[in-house]
């Protein structure tokens, strides 16, 4: 029997059922957002049964309450079959008055699926993602974001992950399919999910006939740019340069659908009060939902990463920032970047819902922490915290050894050392 490794998105939703008469499980295909359900749910209808699918599609258009019977939670699989079946369970869940009734899975999101009601108040939803590196058990998790927020700090930690294991992680990436298989193997599973988004995905997801070959151009360029603020005007320049003509209003359209099937997912820029008038940069920085993606389109091997420094540090900052969003979901908070245009940065800014923050700066390597810390400090000091709480604290989270607290207060943390 296959292993199942427990999720951070586990925890989410047993807390979601015992606020919400349903919840909605989106995200990448074959994240685990089925299994995950599994664990919770006490009866299962799976829409796609190719079995029964026909017979369920024309119940749901007749009396779609029939489908909603069974023993709660009740698990939906591919909900978004049978859009009228959203209607239904927003109205069984009005008539009940109860929590933990529903749980829904599906890899669109539901502005692209045709819905009377939004389910505000009674539906949740919640994006799973692949596996981060605690999950996957990549990670030890010696070091814990929740603790470092409370003000606990930690002794001397270390990795076990070398920059080989680093570039490996990121070739296999998350999906619980690929946990603990061959590399190659992984990889390929990756491909033929890029070949599934590129030749039917693009297309079917609201049904409009796109290009294959423009989809896997923008798709390589975007793996091209990376953890980069490149605008839609470069994307576009990069993508002709590469002998295809795409207008800007199409490659909005194809971004749209990319993100819609959370294959790519950018990460927003962080606006706080300044104690300047510095400009601060606002454009959203490239990043896909799984660093795997990049790799695959680029054609990178481990052994290409090792070999060409520059992208396998824009691919582990991807990595990071995927972990990064994994687990502030779970502790209850949002993931940005921050630039001004004086060109202090931080890779990622933790954005708790209680307003407190943390400035994290991301390195593959060693050489660059001085730099970085130094970068965190002026950052924390431009912020005017009188409408905030001020930062919780100050990391560079690397893809070295070890973990440490320096003199000047700024974390150093192994990224295969960190968990929520």
């Given amino acids: 029997m296959k292993k199942y490794y427990p999720r951070i998105a586990d925890k989410i939703l047993k807390e979601e059922l015992q606020a919400f008469g349903a919840v909605l499980i989106n ?43 069974g023993d709660k939670p009740r698990l939906i699989d591919e909900w978004q079959e049978a859009p009228e ?54 990670s030890d998790g010696s070091v814990s974001l929740q603790e470092l927020f409370d003000g606990k700090s930690f002794e001397m930690t270390k990795s076990e992950l070398s920059i080989r294991d680093i570039s490996e992680v990121i070739v296999r990436g998350g999906w619980p399919n690929s946990i603990g298989k061959d590399l190659k193997i992984a990889s390929r599973q990756i491909a033929g999910y890029i070949d ?30 990376t953890a980069s603020l490149a605008t839609d005007s470069k994307i576009v ?32 820029a962080w606006s706080p009060k300044l ?27 481990p052994e290409d990463l090792l070999r060409d420094i520059e992208t396998f540090g824009l691919l582990f900052e991807s990595l990071v920032i995927r972990d990064l969003r994994i687990y502030t979901d779970y502790i209850g908070g949002h ?14 800014i933790i954005h708790l819902n209680d307003g407190r923050w ?45 973990g440490y607290r320096r003199d000047d207060g700024v974390y150093v943390i192994p990224i295969g050392c960190l968990k929520y």
């Fill in 27 to 69: 995200g990448p295909k074959w994240c685990g957002k089925t299994t995950t359900a599994k664990q919770i749910c006490k009866s299962v209808i799976n829409m796609q049964d190719p079995a029964n699918k026909a017979n369920y599609l024309k119940t749901a258009k007749i009396n779609p309450l029939i489908l909603l019977q």
């Fill in 335 to 348: 993931v940005y970047h921050y630039r001004d245009k004086n060109g202090l940065e931080a890779d990622a």
């Fill in 85 to 138: 079946l959203w209607d239904a369970i927003r109205y069984d869940i009005d008539e009940k008055q109860q929590e933990g009734l529903y749980i829904l899975t599906g890899s669109t999101k539901i502005d692209d699926i045709k819905t009377s009601h939004s389910g505000v108040g009674r539906i949740s939803t919640i994006t799973m993602k692949t596996l981060s590196l605690y999950e996957s058990e990549d």
């Fill in 358 to 402: 943390a400035a994290v700066e991301v390195k593959l390597g060693a050489h660059s922490i001085d730099s970085a810390a130094e970068n965190l400090i002026k950052l924390s000091n431009l912020v005017d915290s009188s409408n905030k709480n001020g930062h919780a604290f100050l990391a560079v989270i690397t893809g070295t050894e070890f």
């Fill in 196 to 225: 599934s988004i590129v030749k039917s995905e693009i297309n079917t997801i609201d049904g409009v006939e796109r290009n294959q070959a423009k989809t896997r151009a923008v798709l390589r360029s975007l793996a091209r740019h």
């Fill in 275 to 301: 104690r300047s008038k510095t400009t601060i940069r606002t454009s959203n920085k490239r990043h896909f939902s799984d660093p795997a993606f990049a790799a695959s389109l680029l054609d990178a091997a």
């Fill in 237 to 268: 320049a990069d993508v002709e340069a590469n002998h295809f003509t795409i207008h800007r209003n199409t490659l909005s359209d194809y971004l749209k659908v990319l993100r819609d099937l959370y294959v790519v997912e950018d990460l927003p």
